[in-house]
């Protein structure tokens, strides 16, 4: 599978850490992914609340998980990242999956009930990808771009708006239509990441249609000949086109394929986390263990690729599972 790219494991380590991919080369191979086996003493119940970008995944997985353990009763939520951390204080849900890093306020709160951080655990890796319609002609912009076009604050730089597909050189029947702007609400990990990677922590335009999930996003660029929009690579359908990307207005764009995000070339990639509160020092729920064992699996990470996202390195994996187990 994909995953058997040959990856070089220290700058890959300094990916995991950073909200933004850092760039990455190709060089020693990362191995093969663990085969999942079944333990014994696995049951009960199962609450996941958190993204709505991973809520495929945690379905898929779940799905998954229940045919190793029947007994087990799971329950998924995908309503934003923004849920995660209070479902995880209140103990509602014991996994918090989530499109972004958790806030510094966010952190402090779990602290407050816990008293320790609550832990963080890669699962995937996701391009976020610019969409338009499958017969707009525009193949690629410049982040400076993607910031004219949805920011009204235009931090990026560009010295003018874009508001129009003849700004950016379209040429056709869409030339002059004005843009029609789709994304996500503001309890999303994917609207947050955004903001913060693409507006270059700018405001979005009131103009915006805020779609309650990712899906929600490419249905409406799909109906929609002007539109253009952001969501997960997951979510991709034959009815929009993910456009290539580039970091400056004079640089190299890259489309949002598994190799230019590892690699750190495509400048929306990202990790794909799961949150859980486990107490330093101490053993985590079985449960909760042998879910993140099977996510973090050839099985696991092959659903991942099946799903349209993109599946860690082995190396990669199986740092990400020791943090539950630290």
């Given at each position: 599978m994909k995953s058997s790219l040959n990856i070089q494991r220290l700058a890959l380590a300094s990916l995991l850490i950073g909200v933004v991919l850092s760039p990455v080369s190709l060089g020693e191979s990362s191995g093969a992914l663990p085969a999942y086996s079944r333990v014994d003493g696995v049951s009960g119940n199962l609450d996941s609340i958190g993204s709505d970008t991973l809520n495929n995944l945690m379905t898929f997985w779940g799905e998954a998980f229940?045919?190793?353990?029947?007994?087990?009763?799971?329950?998924?939520?995908?309503?934003?990242?923004?849920?995660?951390?209070?479902?995880?204080?209140?103990?509602?849900?014991?996994?918090?999956?989530?499109?972004?890093?958790?806030?510094?306020?966010?952190?402090?709160?779990?602290?407050?009930?816990?008293?320790?951080?609550?832990?963080?655990?890669?699962?995937?890796?996701?391009?976020?990808?610019?969409?338009?319609?499958?017969?707009?002609?525009i193949e690629s912009m410049s982040l400076q771009q993607v910031d004219a076009v949805f920011s009204r604050t235009r931090k990026g730089g560009n010295n003018t708006d874009i508001n129009k597909w003849s700004d950016l050189g379209v040429k056709g029947s869409v030339a002059n239509l004005p843009m029609s702007l789709y994304g996500r609400n503001s309890a999303s990990g994917t609207y947050a990441f955004f903001k913060s990677n693409a507006l270059f922590k700018g405001?979005?335009?009131?103009?915006?249609?805020?779609?309650?999930?990712?899906?929600?996003?490419?249905?409406?660029?799909?109906?929609?000949?002007?539109?253009?929009?952001?969501?997960?690579?997951?979510?991709?359908?034959?009815?929009?086109?993910?456009?290539?990307?580039?970091?400056?207005?004079?640089?190299?764009?890259?489309?949002?394929?598994?190799?230019?995000?590892?690699?750190?070339?495509?400048?929306?990639?990202?990790?794909?986390?799961?949150?859980?509160?486990?107490k330093p020092g101490q053993p985590i729920n079985p449960m909760i263990r042998e879910f993140l064992t099977l996510a973090l699996s050839e099985e696991g990470q092959g659903i991942v690729e099946k799903d349209g996202y993109l599946p860690l390195p082995a190396d990669i994996a199986a740092k990400q599972l020791a943090l539950s187990e630290k």
């Amino acid at each position: 599978m994909k995953s058997s790219l040959n990856i070089q494991r220290l700058a890959l380590a300094s990916l995991l850490i950073g909200v933004v991919l850092s760039p990455v080369s190709l060089g020693e191979s990362s191995g093969a992914l663990p085969a999942y086996s079944r333990v014994d003493g696995v049951s009960g119940n199962l609450d996941s609340i958190g993204s709505d970008t991973l809520n495929n995944l945690m379905t898929f997985w779940g799905e998954a998980f229940r045919k190793h353990y029947p007994s087990v009763n799971i329950q998924i939520e995908g309503k934003g990242s923004s849920t995660a951390p209070p479902a995880l204080i209140s103990g509602t849900a014991q996994l918090g999956p989530m499109s972004r890093k958790m806030k510094s306020e966010e952190i402090d709160k779990f602290i407050s009930k816990y008293g320790y951080e609550p832990t963080a655990i890669g699962v995937a890796l996701d391009s976020l990808a610019i969409y338009v319609h499958k017969d707009n002609p525009i193949e690629s912009m410049s982040l400076q771009q993607v910031d004219a076009v949805f920011s009204r604050t235009r931090k990026g730089g560009n010295n003018t708006d874009i508001n129009k597909w003849s700004d950016l050189g379209v040429k056709g029947s869409v030339a002059n239509l004005p843009m029609s702007l789709y994304g996500r609400n503001s309890a999303s990990g994917t609207y947050a990441f955004f903001k913060s990677n693409a507006l270059f922590k700018g405001d979005y335009k009131d103009t915006v249609k805020e779609q309650p999930g990712s899906a929600s996003v490419v249905m409406g660029v799909t109906g929609d000949k002007a539109g253009i929009g952001y969501s997960g690579i997951g979510y991709k359908t034959s009815g929009v086109k993910a456009i290539a990307l580039s970091k400056t207005a004079d640089g190299t764009a890259y489309e949002p394929t598994y190799e230019n995000v590892l690699r750190g070339d495509y400048p929306l990639g990202r990790m794909l986390y799961v949150y859980v509160a486990k107490k330093p020092g101490q053993p985590i729920n079985p449960m909760i263990r042998e879910f993140l064992t099977l996510a973090l699996s050839e099985e696991g990470q092959g659903i991942v690729e099946k799903d349209g996202y993109l599946p860690l390195p082995a190396d990669i994996a199986a740092k990400q599972l020791a943090l539950s187990e630290k």
